[in-house]
């Protein structure tokens, strides 16, 4: 079943987001206005990444990043247009001209480069295959955490925001969710106070006034904390889910189960 | 003669007015009005303005109550009226419309501030072809793996049924643990 939709409704760090916490593989591809992207995943990370008409070969790639001169490059074009860039790659260290390292630094760099760019479409259909994988291509895999943190950091619509967390009288708790690793992901000051007063115990509004915030702050890196899959809210320890009393026409524990079992009947008869 | 209520809410044209007329015995008591909103006219003729009404008897000293709530978010001062003294509620989201996903959250978001009842997630329009697969809804609308999350046609009356009894199932829960 689909997986798409328009970058109006649905932002590209919720798309990552939604990577993220599916662990999927596959290919997101974006037709942005002028340029189409495509962004691949294996198992939730960053594998792949290439936008508009540019070339996303490894040569191309290292020549941006500054790894290969001009010469190096044209002459690889000229010579090696044949091998793939799993078979340059290994052509390069072996040569001694570059290490491993290199050929993944600059391969993430370039990724997330593009993924960044990403960030700035507003408009654009996009649709998630499903293990679709770039064959020919060098996959790297990186966490997606510290990029989600980045795009959720350029949200600043007030409005957007309230719609995300529309009350800040919920708490908030550290997701459990394997893989989830506060260690992991680069935040910044203002995140790490927020992140050392999460608890179920304090309100989102409790931890705003104590941290000096004001509402649009708070709700900014609490997002972002959300989107990169780190914190969900939850309901303020003490206020756990209540039958209130004006629920039930009687105060009777027993009487209240027997109303449910009666419409539990009621409703399996039909 | 007893009465409890339960309330259906969602964005607009998710099928809350649908669900509620699968169910409930009498017609649908619904409050719409004719859309003159130009994008929103492209998805339904007419809205609900106050709200769903529909009943279901369960016996002669029993009668549940359904209410909808109405999706427009311009209504929303009429949610928490509504909400007041519910058993629960049903959040209605269409899968096949993720444009409504950000303000479904929303809807989820304000309901769990201010009513703490027990809920389950509806993910209408199953049925269709460009329907999200649920657990890509359950991680676009970030609901913890506990809750109910499940697949509906709310003009089919036996997925209308599993959808309630999966509500009243979790009631009964929370009131085996002493909620």
């Known amino acids: 079943m689909a997986l798409n939709g328009n970058l109006r409704d649905f932002t590209v760090t919720q798309l990552l987001n939604l990577v993220n916490l599916a662990s999927k593989t596959g290919t997101l591809v974006v037709e942005g206005p002028n340029e189409r992207a495509e962004v691949s995943f294996r198992g939730g990370k960053l594998a792949y990444a290439m936008i508009g008409r540019e070339n996303g070969s490894l040569a191309s790639i290292l020549h941006k990043g500054k790894k290969l001169s001009a010469n190096q490059y044209r002459s690889i074009q000229k010579r090696a247009g044949h091998v793939t860039d799993k078979e340059l790659g290994l052509l390069l260290i072996n040569a001694g001209y570059l290490s491993q390292e290199d050929i993944l630094g600059a391969l993430q760099s370039n990724f997330m480069g593009v993924v960044r760019q990403l960030f700035t479409w507003v408009e654009g259909f996009f649709r998630f295959e499903n293990d679709k994988l770039p064959e020919d291509r060098i996959n790297v895999r990186l966490d997606l955490e510290n990029l989600i943190i980045e795009g959720s950091r350029q949200l600043r619509e007030w409005e957007q925001l309230q719609d995300e967390i529309p009350s800040l009288e919920m708490a908030l708790k550290f997701a459990d969710r394997p893989g989830a690793n506060l260690k992991n992901v680069n935040l910044s000051v203002e995140e790490w106070r927020v992140v050392s007063y999460i608890t179920p115990k304090n309100k989102m509004s409790q931890i705003a006034k104590t941290t000096k915030m004001d509402d649009l702050e708070i709700r900014r890196i609490v997002y972002g904390l959300i989107q990169a899959g780190l914190v969900e809210i939850t309901r303020p320890e003490g206020a756990k889910p209540k039958l209130a009393q004006d629920m039930f026409p009687t105060q009777d524990k027993q009487e209240q189960k027997n109303l449910v079992n009666r419409l539990i009947n009621r409703i399996s008869g039909f | ?179």
């Open chain 2, 1 to 179: 003669m007893q009465t409890v209520k339960m309330v259906v809410t969602g964005p607009f044209s998710s099928g809350k007015t649908q669900f509620i007329g699968s169910v409930s015995e009498i017609d649908v008591v619904a409050t719409e009005r004719k859309i003159t909103a130009e994008g929103e006219k492209d998805v339904k003729d007419a809205t609900t303005v106050a709200m769903d009404f529909g009943r279901i008897t369960v016996d002669e000293d029993l009668v549940l109550y359904l209410f909808g709530t109405p999706g427009q978010k311009r209504f929303d001062f009429m949610w928490e009226i509504l909400s007041e003294g519910m058993l629960g509620f049903i959040v209605m989201i269409d899968s096949a419309r993720p444009e409504t996903f950000r303000e479904a959250r929303s809807i989820l978001e304000t309901f769990r501030a201010y009513a703490p009842t027990p809920y389950v997630v509806a993910a209408n329009k199953q049925d269709v072809d460009d329907a999200w697969e649920i657990e890509d809804m359950r991680n676009a609308l970030r609901l913890d793996s506990s809750i109910k999350l499940l697949p509906c046609v709310a003009t089919d009356l036996k997925s209308v049924k599993s959808v309630l009894l999966e509500l009243l199932y979790s009631i009964l829960a929370e009131m085996e643990t002493g909620g």
